[in-house]
C-alpha cells in the first residue's frame, strides 16, 4: 500500500504527523561517529560509560539524520516538498543511547504563502523525538517549503 501524496493543503496547523520509530544499532551508531562525530563516547562503549551520557550515545547530528530520514519516509518524499530554508533550533534533550528505540512526531505550527512566490509555500513544523520509556530525548524546529496549486491556495 502506498503512502499518501502530501500538498501544501494537506498540512493544517495545529495537526501532528506520527514519523514511526527506529531501533537505534550500536553498528551504526559508531559508524556514522567514524565518518562524521569521532568523540570516544560516540565511538565506543567503554568511553561512554565513563562519559556523561551513560553509554555508547548516538552523536546529536546522527539524531537529527534519523529525523531526517522519518520525515523523509513519512511525507517528504512523497510530496510537493521544495527544500528548505533552515532551522530555528535543535535541542539535544537526553542522550539516544545504542539499544534505544526513537520515535518522532511532527506538528504543524503555522503555514502560508510565499510573499514573493505564490506557487510556494512555507509550513514551519516543529519535531519531537522519544525513546521507548517515552523521554523526549530531540527537539527541532524549522520549516519547508511546498510547491502550491494557485487553484488550491
Known amino acids: 500500500m502506498s503512502q499518501p501524496h502530501f500538498t501544501y493543503n494537506d498540512f493544517i496547523v495545529g495537526d501532528s504527523l506520527q514519523l514511526g520509530s527506529k531501533l537505534v544499532t550500536a553498528e551504526e551508531v559508531i559508524a556514522f561517529a567514524s565518518e562524521f562525530d569521532p568523540q570516544p563516547f560516540h565511538m ?12 555508547l550515545s548516538a552523536s546529536g547530528w546522527h539524531t537529527c539524520a534519523m529525523l531526517m530520514r522519518m520525515m523523509a519516509d513519512r511525507f517528504i518524499s512523497n510530496s510537493d516538498s ?15 543511547l545504542a539499544g534505544d528505540t526513537i520515535s518522532a512526531t511532527t506538528t504543524v505550527l503555522e503555514k ?3 510573499r514573493s512566490q505564490a506557487s510556494l509555500g512555507i509550513i514551519r513544523l516543529n519535531h519531537k523525538i522519544t525513546n521507548q520509556n517515552d523521554i523526549p530525548v530531540c527537539e527541532a524546529q524549522g520549516s519547508i517549503f511546498m510547491r502550491v496549486n494557485i487553484q488550491e491556495a
Open 82 to 96: 521544495q527544500g528548505a530554508p533552515g532551522v530555528e533550533y535543535v535541542k539535544w534533550l537526553k542522550p539516544v
Open 44 to 55: 565506543s562503549e567503554e568511553a561512554g560509560k565513563a562519559s556523561i551520557l551513560g553509554g
Open 112 to 114: 502560508r504563502i510565499s
